[in-house]
């Protein structure tokens, strides 16, 4: 437990979001999701669901704004113009964060298996939901003052 | 680098104090301390002084209060009363972060390296200033609300 951060903020997740850098991505994953096979490094936080570990990523982590799209999500297989509600939440939660509109991108299952094969960590949580996943590219933290 | 945070907490000292819990002590030394030799786990923070990580560390560890006194300083060898400037710092800044007066309590040199060779981790800066280490003990963070 640290001062001012989230307690789901543990050792291994703050390592793996402070060694990001701009562009690199992290996988927010449910429960289904085959973590252990395509993570390059693991992060588990199995005590809460992905809005909840979505939510304390994004207290520290800044989304990318150099890009139209930092948020991606799975598409529904049959229907991949519908957004399912927990997608939805991920989007209200990450506007929210970055105080701006912010567009998912939809990604067919396999380029998202193929993305967070890519991503710097994947973080599976308990996340029950179906399609409760995201990958999040990381931003710049600007100095402060004039730059 | 990462929102609200001091730009001196990479991954490695992020990960040591999130894993550290009541009671278990950190080390911040200078750049004279025989850190690699005595640390059982090392952290460099080679662009910085010691007043200025530990000012990055008390944003986020909560000093204990459950004990007189949460910080040791190196007692000066032939003049173990007087606390020089660099440990006058560290208190003033750990008062500041707790908003509470604290007792720096000044340890033998030997004694100094004991605690450090047995604190969970040491972090090693860019001090020159003689006398510049400090051991911190971790204390609790309360949950919010009646309890």
């Known amino acids: ?4 951060l989230d307690p789901l903020l543990g050792p291994d997740l703050l390592h793996a979001l402070a060694a990001m850098g701009h562009g690199d991505e992290l996988a927010i994953v449910d429960a289904n999701f085959p973590g252990a096979a395509c993570a390059r490094r693991l992060v588990r936080v199995d005590g809460a669901d992905a809005t909840q570990v979505l939510a304390a990523v994004l207290s520290l982590l800044p989304l990318d704004d150099f890009v139209e799209s930092p948020i991606a999500s799975m598409a529904v297989v049959d229907a991949p113009d519908t957004l399912p509600p927990v997608v939805q ?7 929210g964060f970055e105080a701006r509109p912010l567009v998912v991108e939809p990604l067919p299952r396999e380029h998202f298996y193929a993305r967070a094969r890519e991503a710097f960590a994947v973080v599976q ?3 029950t939901r179906l ?3 995201v990958l999040l590219r990381k931003g710049v ?3 402060e003052g004039p730059h």
């Open 1 to 4: 437990m640290l001062k001012t």
């Open 89 to 95: 939440a991920f989007q209200r939660l990450a506007e």
């Open 125 to 127: 949580t308990a996340e």
């Open 131 to 133: 399609y409760g996943n």
């Open 141 to 143: 933290v600007r100095p």
